[in-house]
Each structure stands twice: as C-alpha cells, then as structure tokens.
C-alpha cells in the first residue's frame, strides 16, 4: 500500500447484527444444500429433536431436525444425503436444520430398509392375524393413483369389464418420489372419512428406487392404521414393498389386483346357478325326509292302532272267558241245578237242571252240618 493511500473501512458489527447478516448471506447464496457424509453421534432428544452430526474424514457438521419428519430408520455409520438449511445459531454454532435425510448408496438403502423391516416386523404390523378380509363384492372403492399412470389405466379397464357400475372414488397423488408418501397418507385420511368398502393403491411397474416411497415407515403405519381394509397392487411380482406386507390384501400388480377383489359377472352367475341347484336339491331332499318322516309317522300310528284294538280284543275275548265262565248255564251243565222261588216251608219252587224244569213244594228245611 503506497503511503498516503486511504485504508478502506471494514464493517463493524454487533453479535446479534453480525449473527443475523451472515444468515442472510447464507439464505441468499445457499438458502438449501444437499450433502453426503456418514451419521455419527446420532440420538433422538424426548421424542421430538433430532440431533446428529454428518462427518466425511476429518471433517464434520452438526445437524438438527424435527422427528416427525424422519421417514426411515437411521443409525451411527450409515451414509445418508441431507436436504436442509444453513444457519448459525445464536450461540455462534454453525448447524443444517435437515427437512430430508435418506440413505445414499443401495448398500446403504437395503440396509435402512432391513432395519425399518424388524422393526416393523417386530411391533407386529406384517401378523396375519392383523389382516381384515375385503367384501366380497365392493361397491364403493377407494383409488389412490397416479391417474396418468399405465397401472391405473389397466386398473380401470379391467374393473370395468369384470363389473361395471361400480362407485370408484380416486385420489390422483404422486407415486414416486419425496412427496408421494406424504401425499397418499393424506389421500388414506381423506378416504377414510368416506363411505366406502375398500381402499386400493395401484402403481405400474418400476425401479426401486422409484418404488422407494412405498418403503416410508409413515405411510406403513397409516396403512395399518386405516379405519377401511387396505390392498395394494405395486410393480410387478418380484416387487414386495413394507406397504404391500402391511396392507389387508396384496396383489402382484394392478390388474391382478383388480381381478381379485371385484369378481366377473359370469363367475358371480354361474355361483348363483350352482347355488341354486344346490339349494333345489337340498329342498329336494328335505322334502323326501319329510314325506319319509310322514310315513314313518303314519306307519308307527297304524301299528299302535293296530296294537290298542288287539289289546282291546283280548280284553273282550278275557271278559267273555269269564261271562262264559258265570253262566248259570255252564253251572248247570257241570250237574248242578239252580232253585227258583222262595225256599220256605209250604212254597212252590222251581227246580231247574241242565234240560228239565221240575215243580216241587218245600217239605222241609234242615241245617247245614
């Protein structure tokens, strides 16, 4: 610097004042940042603060977020992409308040995955016993899609060949990306409040990290929180995401999954036919079990009349046994005789034998010895 040249003046700041300028700086050249660097020191402050650092070599930031916007299981060691906002605190720390963080790298990817299945795995979420049955024949769906998309189209078509007439009330969201899940757990609230039998999410086919949002802990959870049954149609078959081993029903794709809850007309006909013979040939039977049971009944009547007049009979036949046995005839035929009149000294008697009547006067009368 040559002499008498004037030194320029350097800005002076407060604390506070310089606090808040270097923020602003920061807002306007950096208002958000992405980087990559491996979690240390990481721990979750009474269930709402986050704090952690994210370090690459010798070299480390401190990071803070919100729990609630945490979506995936996060461990010391893992290499994760932060999104978030540079600041320095008012203590004269320099910090990211993070919006985002997800793991970078498929190793790192699977193994976040891994860890949120056992966990998941482990409260119960995937136990069939959890699992409600889907009506047999909805009539009121619940569709969250992407509306543009080929799997929702397939969707649709073959609903509409299978049954048509059928209310589908569609929520269009994204179905890949960092909104999606976001916006299918509000489209699940919304047509929870509805009047609907079921509630389908449908997505075509993709990679995996296009179906990355299907493996979102929040979206896992409102699924098995849902008021309706919940299916899922997402990709193909070798495609199994933490949304399908929640869900009530899971289907390999869209359309296999709109084959499975809305049957064919013709399948529902033909059931209806067959059930008809069925129940025809169950009246049948009941009716030849009944006329059986009259006959049965009619013949057990008949035998019991039959058996009350023989009885009947035999009393009558006894009684005449017995009448035939009193008759004075009978008396008579053995040699006896029977006196007619008043046995009295001086009377006239009649004194009959088996074939004769003699008349006789009464003489005299002598005891019994």
């Known amino acids: 610097m040559e002499v008498g040249e004037q030194v320029p003046s350097l800005p002076i700041f407060g604390v506070v004042d310089f606090l808040a300028t270097t923020n602003q700086i920061l807002d306007y050249s950096l208002p958000v940042v992405q980087i990559i660097g491996e979690v240390s020191s990481f721990k979750i402050n009474q269930d709402k603060y986050i704090f952690f650092d994210l370090k690459e070599d010798d070299s480390l930031v401190s990071c803070f977020m919100m729990r609630f ?57 995937f136990d069939e016993a959890r699992k409600r049955a889907l009506p047999r024949l909805p009539e009121r769906i619940g ?9 929702y189209q397939d969707f649709i078509k073959i609903i509409n060949e299978r049954w048509s007439g059928l209310e589908l009330v569609v929520r269009s969201t994204p179905v890949q990306g960092d909104m999606a899940a976001d916006e ?11 009047d609907l039998d079921v509630i389908v999410m449908i997505r075509g086919g993709g990679s995996r990290d296009d179906l990355a949002c299907f493996d979102d802990e929040r979206l896992a959870r409102a699924i098995d929180e849902s008021y309706l049954p919940v299916a899922t149609g997402i990709g193909h078959e070798i495609d199994m995401s933490l949304a399908d081993l929640v869900a009530d029903f899971r289907a390999a794709t869209p359309s296999h999954l709109a084959q499975a809850i809305v049957p064919s007309k013709k399948t529902v006909l ?3 036919e067959q059930g008809l013979k069925y129940i025809q040939a169950d009246l049948v039977q009941a009716c030849d079990r009944q006329l059986d049971w009259v006959d049965q009944c009619h013949l057990e009547v008949l035998q019991a009349l039959f058996d009350k007049i023989e009885q009947t009979e035999n009393r009558v036949f006894e009684m005449a046994r017995i009448l035939k046995a009193l008759n004075p005839q009978r008396v008579l035929e053995r040699g006896y005789a029977i006196v007619h009149g008043i ?21 005299e009368i002598y005891d019994k010895k």
């Open 270 to 272: 033909d059931g209806l």
């Open 184 to 194: 299918m757990i509000n489209a699940l609230d919304e047509l929870n409040q509805m």
């Open 143 to 151: 569709v969250i899609s992407s509306t543009g998309a080929a799997g």
């Open 343 to 363: 046995v009295a000294q001086q009377q006239l008697i009649e004194i009959e034998l088996k074939d004769k009547i003699i008349a006789a006067e009464v003489k």
């Open 69 to 125: 916007k945490l979506r995936q299981e996060i461990v010391d060691g893992m290499k994760v992409i932060i999104t978030g906002k540079p600041n320095l605190m008012r203590m004269g720390k320099f910090s990211i308040t993070v919006d985002n963080i997800k793991p970078y790298g498929q190793g790192e990817i699977k193994k976040q995955r891994d860890l949120l299945f056992e966990k998941l795995k482990n409260e119960g979420l």
